[in-house]
């Protein structure tokens, strides 16, 4: 019985130093499978924090770009619309000056015109009195010619 219950010892210690042996290398083997995953999520970790970088970076550049060309797009603009008003101011003083000028022909014109009345009103004036001095005087030599026939006749 000594003996059976020594056996039994014997073998449950077996069993418990096999049973350790398995714990501790399922622990060595744990062990290994966290430092593996801690290596790879250290690993991870680095690599998603260069990837914020980049993106940040980038990110930050598009920023400026944008600003730089919306900067860019508004002095085109600008000088654009200052451009245009220049042309405007020039083309509305073409046009002032132009009107003025067409006014002040207008009244050349107008002046021209009454000018032309005036001389065409005194030319059948002159007319009238040329017709009335020639019928005058196609009288008085009518008359002549009759007085020198009388005294040719006496």
Known sequence: MLDDQASKFKLEEERILEENENLENNLKDLEELYENYVSKSEHDIQFLNQKIDSLEKTLKEARENFANSQNQANLTLEQTIEGHNKER???????????????????ELSNAILKREQLEKALQDKEIVLNKKF??????????WNKLDNYKNK
């Open 89 to 107: 101011k020039e083309l509305v003083n073409k046009i002032e000056n132009l009107l003025h000028e067409n006014h002040s022909k207008e009244k």
């Open 135 to 144: 019928k005058e005087y196609e009288d008085d030599k009518k008359d002549l």
